[in-house]
Each structure stands twice: as structure tokens, then as C-alpha cells.
């Protein structure tokens, strides 16, 4: 083996070594992102999702953005004084994912609020949701417009 086919081969190792997981810590994954379809007069829409922590370490999602929302809050729902549903911000402004869990934003409980839409959503159109993590950094999602 030649010299500079050695160096390849360590800059090639090395490339592959910082593509992989890093050993513990939180990793974070998302599935089944999706939305109701609402006409763009309703203000605002609500995103739902489960997050997965599958590494050894907590983290915490901070908060989301969209193009299609002027502003994204974390929000939750819950039951008011008068028995109706309210929703609200989440305490403290972000959602907790424990260490090999799960955080489940579903209808009736956590959702991402999106506010101020900048769109239809219509059935099967897909919009792009970017999440921050205090640990994971931030994570794109597709949201997936439909009737559930
Ligand atoms: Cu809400």
C-alpha cells in the first residue's frame, strides 16, 4: 500500500466515523407527522406527532418553525373550569422526550400550534416543519396534510 492510498483510507474512516450515531446522548426521531386541512381563513392550524428519544440521555424539543406558519408555538390541551377544552402554551415552553421514550403529540393533548397560516391546508399537501432540540439540534419534518 502506498502512502497516499493509506492517507485515503484514513480520511475515508474518518468521514464514515463522524457520519455515525454518536454513543449515547438523546436520538431523537419523529414519525407520523400530520395536520387537519383547514381553509386558510382559519388562522390557525395545529401539527401532531410522536418523538422518539431512542438514545440514553433526556432532551427537550424547545420549539418549532414553519414556512407555513407566521409563528409555531408548543401548546396543550386541556380541560377549563367551565368543562369546555382550552389550550394553552406548555408549561415552561418546550415538551420533555425521556431517555429511550417517547413524547405523543396527538389531538386532545400536546400539539404544535401553528399560527398565523400562510397557506391552505389541503388534503395531501405536505409542509415542512423544522423542530429544535436542546440536544438533537434541529430536525426536519414533513407534515402530512390529512383527514384523520
Ligand atoms: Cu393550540
Not at 17 to 28: E, H, L, N, T, Y
Not at 113 to 137: H, P, R, S, V
Request: glycine residues 10%; hydrophobic residues 45%; negative net charge.
Amino acid at each position: 500500500m502506498n502512502f497516499k492510498r493509506f492517507v485515503f483510507l484514513i480520511l475515508a474512516a474518518l468521514a464514515l466515523s463522524a457520519c455515525a450515531p454518536k454513543a449515547g446522548g438523546a436520538q431523537i426521531r419523529v414519525e407520523d407527522a400530520w395536520g387537519r386541512p383547514s381553509p386558510a381563513a382559519a388562522s390557525a392550524g395545529a401539527f401532531y406527532m410522536t418523538i422518539y428519544n431512542d438514545g440514553s440521555e433526556a432532551d427537550t424539543l424547545l420549539s418549532a418553525t414553519s414556512p407555513a406558519c407566521m409563528m409555531a408555538e408548543l401548546h396543550e390541551s386541556y380541560m377549563m373550569d367551565n368543562g369546555a377544552m382550552g389550550m394553552r402554551p406548555v408549561e415552561g415552553g418546550s415538551i420533555e422526550i425521556p431517555a429511550g421514550g417517547s413524547a405523543e403529540l396527538k389531538v386532545g393533548g400536546l400539539h404544535v400550534m401553528c399560527m398565523d397560516k400562510m397557506a391552505d391546508f389541503k388534503t395531501g399537501d405536505t409542509y415542512q416543519i423544522t423542530l429544535k432540540f436542546e440536544k438533537a439540534g434541529e430536525i426536519v419534518v414533513d407534515v402530512e396534510i390529512k383527514d384523520q
